[in-house]
């Protein structure tokens, strides 16, 4: 199965900072990579697809980048609300797997 | 709007079943794919298997072949995950999530769009 990596596993970070996070895959995945972000007892949300895609409904402050093996979400500037775990997962192949999570907390 | 709605928190004991179920709503239920996913404590989130809710057919993860049943009522909108013969590493919440697509022709992008909150199934003696 496609392993997926994600760093930092944790990172702090005041309001207003620029957030990057990055996801990196064992092979090659091209651009089949999904971002979401989850706050606890919430459901999971959709930032990302297709690498680079924003979904409809979500802020401009997010953005993701990469292709191949390499990828990264950049949050430009965080905001209070943002304050949550982010996960990558990859479609490329079945089984789709999933980054072991980035959590953000505020400084 | 277009929501997934879960079943409620349950306790189970080890070699018994659970049946989680996922109601959707606010979309055509028949036309999309339904997957599900478990996050342990203190693991990554994890693929079970997924099922095509307007044909029925599904497919299972290799580590949850033979435990795992996905079914759909079609008349009801929900779509169903048991598990069996439960130990106590399946204490995890389980998440169902309806998969969308993104047509860039010739390729296909999928992803999952709408997601439940999460059925929290606990394993205990």
């Known amino acids: 199965d496609l392993q997926m990596t994600q760093s930092p596993s944790s990172l702090s970070a005041f309001v207003g900072d620029r957030v990057n996070i990055t996801c990196r895959a064992s092979q090659s995945i091209s651009d089949y990579l999904n971002w979401y972000q989850h706050k606890p007892g919430k459901a999971p949300n959709l930032l990302i697809y297709?690498?680079?895609s924003l979904q409809g409904g979500v802020p401009s402050r997010f953005s993701g980048s990469g292709s191949g093996t390499d990828f990264t979400l950049t949050i430009s500037s965080v905001q209070p609300e943002d304050f949550a775990t982010y996960y990558c997962q990859h479609s490329y192949d079945s089984p789709w797997t999933f980054g072991q999570g980035t959590k953000v907390e505020m400084k | 709007q277009v929501q997934l709605v879960q079943s409620g928190a349950e306790v189970k004991k080890p070699g018994a079943s659970v049946k989680v179920s996922c109601k959707a709503s606010g979309y055509t239920f028949s036309t999309y794919t339904m997957y599900w996913v478990r996050q342990a404590p203190g693991q990554r989130l994890e693929w079970m298997g997924w099922?095509?809710?307007?044909?029925?057919?599904?497919k299972y993860s290799q580590k949850f072949q033979g435990r795992v049943t996905i079914t759909r009522d079609t008349s009801a909108n929900t779509a169903y995950m048991e598990l069996s013969s439960l130990r106590s590493e399946d204490t995890a919440v389980y998440y169902c999530a309806r998969i969308n697509k993104w047509e860039l022709p010739p390729y296909f992008y999928f992803y999952m769009d709408v997601w439940g909150k999460g059925t929290t199934v606990t394993v205990s003696s």
């Open positions: 297709a690498a680079s």
């Open positions: 099922i095509n809710a307007g044909t029925g057919n599904t």
